[in-house]
């Protein structure tokens, strides 16, 4: 899946994901239902992820395409 964002969306990404310390994606707490969670962390371990793949995808279109 391609993401195109804005310079505006990445830096509320960003905004977002400095706000808190991200999750690790494998915190197990990520896998309960009925557990506790930090709103500002959660928010901010999707933005990070969101972030994380939009730059990957950037990164390999760059190398498919010779840039760098």
Same mark, same amino acid.
Do not use: C, W
């Given at each position: 899946?391609?993401? /195109? @964002?804005?310079?505006?969306? *990445?830096?509320?990404?960003? %905004? *977002?994901?400095?706000? %808190?310390?991200?999750?690790?994606?494998? !915190?197990? *707490?990520?896998? #309960?239902? !009925?557990? #506790?969670?930090?709103?500002? $962390?959660?928010?901010?371990?999707?933005?990070?992820?969101? @972030?994380? #793949?939009?730059?990957?995808?950037? $990164?390999?279109?760059?190398?498919? /395409?010779?840039? $760098?």
């Amino acid at each position: 899946m391609e993401h /195109n @964002l804005s310079k505006s969306e *990445i830096e509320e990404l960003k %905004a *977002i994901a400095s706000k %808190a310390v991200p999750y690790s994606e494998n !915190d197990p *707490i990520l896998g #309960e239902y !009925d557990g #506790e969670l930090d709103s500002d $962390r959660t928010m901010a371990s999707l933005a990070k992820k969101f @972030l994380d #793949e939009y730059y990957a995808e950037q $990164r390999q279109g760059e190398a498919e /395409n010779g840039q $760098r």
